[in-house]
C-alpha cells in the first residue's frame, strides 16, 4: 500500500516522535544536546527554531536545526531555502526537516547540496508489505512502530535512496549527523 500524501497527527505527538527519533540518534554522539521550541538571536533577527541539537565531532561543536512542517499539501522548494537562511545566519552546519506531506523533486536535489535532511513521516503500517492477492484485509504485525520516518537523500539521475527510521532504526540519521 501506499501512504497516503498526508500523515493525520496531532502537532503535539509529531514533534514528540520527531523528539525521540533524534533522542535515540543522539545517544551515540559525544556531548549531545537538544533543545525543543528555542528561540534563537542572530544578527539579522530572532529565530523560533522546533528543535536544535548540538553535539561534537572532530573537537567541533555542531548545530542542528529542526524543523516540524505539519503541512497537508507538499513541501516546496523554498520551506528548505528557508531552512538554509536560518542555518546561515544561526551558524549552524546542518539542518532537517520533519514533514507530514511529500517533498516536491525541487526539494531533495536542494537539500542535499545545502546539508539538509529531509525526513517524511508515515504511519508504520505502510512499511509493511504483503504477497497476497486479498488486499482487503491486511493483518498487520503487533510489533509496526506507529510511526517511521522516510529519509530521503543521495540524488541521483536514476532516483535517491529512502532509509526507514524507527525505534532502534536510526542508523540513517545518525549517518547523516556524521557526514
Known amino acids: 500500500m501506499i501512504p497516503p500524501d498526508f500523515l493525520d497527527i496531532t502537532p503535539t505527538e509529531f514533534e514528540l516522535t520527531v523528539l525521540n527519533f533524534l533522542k535515540e540518534a543522539g545517544s551515540k554522539l559525544e556531548d549531545f544536546k537538544i533543545v525543543h521550541n528555542s528561540t534563537e538571536e542572530?544578527?539579522?533577527?530572532?529565530y523560533q527554531i522546533d528543535i536544535k541539537a548540538t553535539f561534537q565531532a572532530l573537537g567541533t561543536?555542531?548545530?542542528v536545526l529542526v524543523e516540524c512542517k505539519r503541512h497537508s499539501s507538499s513541501i516546496k522548494r523554498e520551506?528548505?531555502?528557508l531552512l538554509k537562511d536560518k542555518m546561515h545566519s544561526l551558524g549552524a552546519q546542518k539542518g532537517i526537516i520533519f514533514s507530514t506531506a511529500k517533498f516536491q523533486s525541487g526539494c531533495v536535489e536542494y537539500a542535499e547540496q545545502h546539508g539538509i535532511a529531509l525526513v517524511r513521516m508515515i504511519e508504520g503500517k505502510y512499511t509493511y508489505e504483503t504477497k497476497s492477492f486479498d488486499k482487503t484485509i491486511i493483518h498487520y504485525p503487533p510489533d509496526l512502530p506507529k510511526f517511521v520516518g522516510q529519509y530521503t537523500?543521495?540524488?541521483t539521475e536514476e532516483g535517491y535512496t529512502q532509509y526507514n527510521?524507527?525505534?532502534g532504526w536510526i542508523d540513517g540519521l545518525l549517518e547523516f549527523f556524521k557526514k
Open 165 to 167: 527510521l524507527s525505534p
Open 153 to 155: 537523500y543521495n540524488m
Open 79 to 81: 520551506v528548505v531555502q
Open 42 to 46: 542572530s544578527h539579522d533577527g530572532t
Open 61 to 63: 561543536k555542531i548545530t
